[in-house]
């Protein structure tokens, strides 16, 4: 794994706009940043990242199967009790996943190791997909890298073929906060690889979905919503007006319920305690659990319920290194022990392993310089040399 200075192409403003992708800017700053791209082999690829996020999507479905069958991690990771037979319905009708997205710590020769687990509502998969693929095409044609250079990313072709195994489905409704660019973006990209896949589709917003007297949702046309991709938390939704209705309604949702449980922080020290010292997993602890001390006064503070690495915290020798501020931690804390954050130019990346119908199938990563990875951090490409 190499950090790679490179010059960018002078058109690729115009060309992220021309394809859609107009959040490449947030805030005056860049988000997407093609000034350097991350290089790897092939067999690193395949051996360190493939591989082992093959066997984390594995070992994470175990436990959403021990969950099943013992309520005692579902009260640990907070899930209110009111949910418990949905999640596990879910669960047992096997509702399909369309994709989830791993972030990794990753210095080039060291085990990666799993930092989360964003599996139920993951942004950034059309730059990965598609403007990642585009820069990699353009950048071999300008000579900017090497002829044989190639990445790994079949993001795409694999949300076409797994979005077919919901075509039974008179449509598909895609339900998200329209008002935020970055969710409209991700939406509008998973509704044309829908729509590729033979579906009938509508994007509606998500406080425009309503609710029927027979307890049933339904668009603004009072169209029956069957089937519903929502890029809304669950935490969310359990605590929304409409929260109590789920149960009982006939819509089946992409992500599904049981998802719920793998989008917790929690589930990081389940594993850890299900898999002792898995070479890609970091010793982690509930906060409140007496064997959290075993990690001393250098860890890793996070709450179970966190985006954008809000109200995450590094604590060395008990003093807190850096903090995301955020509104999340109510419903408690877990400490993991520190990631080998490699720095590369003053850079720390994340790896962000995609899984689509739980193929490893794709690589992103976010730079920052700072060790955590915010809703600001920057967007870098990648190749394979």
């Keep these: 794994m190499q950090r790679i200075v490179c010059p960018e192409r002078d058109d690729w403003r115009t060309t992220a706009e021309l394809i859609g992708f107009d959040f490449h800017t947030l805030n005056g700053e860049r988000y997407w940043d093609e000034r350097a791209y991350y290089a790897f082999t092939l067999d690193e690829i395949e051996r360190r990242i493939e591989a082992p996020t093959g066997e984390i999507d594995a070992m994470c479905l175990e436990l959403v199967g021990r969950a099943m069958s013992d309520e005692k991690y579902l009260r640990q990771l ?5 949910f418990w037979p949905l999640l596990s319905e879910s ?28 599996a139920d509502t993951p942004t950034s998969i059309f730059e990965a997909a598609v403007f990642q693929w585009t820069w990699l095409e353009q950048a071999i ?38 008002g935020n660019t970055e969710d409209a973006g991700t939406l509008a990209y998973l509704q044309d690889t829908a729509t590729q896949a033979g579906l009938a589709t509508t994007m509606i917003d998500i406080e425009s979905v309503g609710l029927r007297d027979d307890g049933n949702f339904v668009d603004l046309e009072e169209r029956p919503i069957e089937l519903a991709f929502k890029l809304y938390p669950w935490e969310w939704m359990f605590q929304d007006a409409f929260g109590a209705k789920l149960s009982s309604a006939t819509t089946r949702w992409i992500e599904p319920p049981w998802k719920a449980i793998l989008s917790n922080k929690g589930i990081l020290p389940l594993l850890w305690e299900m898999f002792p010292k898995h070479p890609n997993l970091l010793p982690a602890y509930f906060e409140d659990d007496p064997k959290a001390a075993m990690l001393g006064s250098s860890f890793v503070r996070k709450p179970l319920y966190s985006r954008e690495g809000a109200n995450v915290a590094l604590v060395s020798a008990g003093t807190t290194l850096a903090e995301q501020e955020g509104p999340y931690g109510a419903e408690g804390f877990i400490r993991q022990a520190f990631a080998p954050m490699q720095s590369f130019a003053d850079q720390y990346p994340v790896l962000g392993s995609w899984l689509v119908d739980h193929t490893p199938c794709g690589l992103s990563i976010r730079e920052d310089e700072s060790p955590i990875t915010g809703n600001t951090s920057r967007f870098v490409p990648h190749a394979i040399l």
């Design 78 to 82: 907070k899930i209110p009790e009111a």
């Design 141 to 178: 044609e300008r000579n900017i890298v090497p002829k044989r250079a190639d990445q790994f990313n079949s993001i795409h072709e694999r949300l076409i073929e797994a979005w077919q195994k919901f075509s039974r489905a008179k449509h598909l409704h895609l339900a998200g906060m329209t």
């Design 91 to 118: 669960w047992h009708r096997d509702d399909a996943s369309l994709y989830g997205r791993l972030d990794l710590s990753y210095d080039g020769w060291s085990p990666a190791k799993l930092l989360e687990y964003n």
